[in-house]
């Protein structure tokens, strides 16, 4: 796999989340070395964000080697429904649903029309709307209920990991001690010498719901490496939403092999 296609899937990944913010959130809480796996999973759980609806307005900063890009996006999202994207002057826009993956962008005048097949060969890994969904609403991209982990030594997080990791890939979720949101979710191809790791560097409180306020994704390939900063602001919950997607006449098919 190229690291052309990782940055494809980044940038749809770096367009999905945010909410309005009432106070950033800290925490100095220690680690209760008594609590189980099961009872950090369960306190995880409760801090799942619920809403309709959602706007915002996100400043990304993408960086590849020594080139550097950012933009302040709009954002519109339905809940478990649809993702929708649109930069500054209509000239890229992404569409996400639980079937379909779409964008396009004028500056070369491509779209592509897919579904998540691209992202599942890209990561690795089964992916649909509901993973990308989590990863940006700082929640686990893997059902931890659905699974048996064990919990490992750490200072700063609880540490959790399968308790058998899976074959093609590992994968460790450290959760903060505080509000029990994660700090970082991590998984690892250590064959394909692959790593995507998202970090939750600052969470918000939102009509008394926690969603993440900046969020880094670090994807690294061999010796290749990406990272996409996420600020969300000025942010809107459970109003009207529309999202308009049509891909302009002209437009040249992006092929991604």
């Known amino acids: 796999m190229r690291i052309y296609k990782l940055s494809v899937l980044l940038l749809i990944l770096g367009l999905s989340v945010g909410c309005r913010s009432t106070k950033t959130l800290t925490s100095n809480a220690e680690i209760d070395k008594s609590?189980?796996?099961?009872?950090?999973?369960?306190?995880n759980a409760k801090q799942d964000v619920r809403f309709k609806t959602l706007q915002a307005k996100v400043r990304i900063d993408y960086t590849e080697g020594n080139q550097s890009n950012g933009a302040t996006v709009n954002l519109r999202i339905e809940k478990d429904k649809t993702i929708w994207m649109s930069a500054p002057l209509g000239m890229a826009r992404v569409m996400i649903t639980?079937?379909?993956v779409k964008f396009y962008e004028k500056l070369n005048n491509q779209y592509f029309d897919g579904d998540f097949s691209l992202l599942t060969q890209i990561l690795g890994t089964d992916i649909d709307f509901d993973k990308v969904q989590n990863i940006f609403l700082g929640?686990?991209?893997f059902d931890l209920k659905s699974d048996t982990y064990v919990t490992v030594p750490n200072d700063e997080?609880?540490?959790?990991?399968?308790?058998?990791?899976r074959a093609l890939f590992e994968l460790f979720f450290l959760i903060n001690p505080?509000?029990?949101?994660?700090?970082?979710?991590?998984?690892y191809q250590p064959l394909e010498k692959r790593m995507l790791q998202i970090d939750y560097k600052k969470y918000q409180e939102v009509s008394?719901?926690?969603?993440?306020?900046?969020?880094?994704?670090?994807?690294?390939?061999?010796?290749?490496?990406?990272t996409i900063d996420l600020d969300f602001k000025s942010i809107n919950l459970n109003g009207e939403v529309r999202f308009p997607f049509n891909i302009p006449s002209g437009f040249k098919e992006?092929?991604?092999e």
């Open 35 to 43: 609590m189980t796996a099961k009872q950090i999973i369960r306190e």
């Open 98 to 100: 639980q079937d379909s």
């Open 139 to 141: 929640e686990p991209i």
């Open 157 to 165: 997080s609880y540490v959790l990991h399968p308790k058998d990791q």
């Open 178 to 187: 505080g509000f029990f949101k994660l700090d970082s979710q991590q998984l």
């Open 208 to 226: 008394k719901q926690i969603f993440p306020e900046n969020i880094r994704i670090i994807a690294v390939e061999k010796n290749d490496e990406i």
């Open 254 to 256: 992006i092929e991604l």
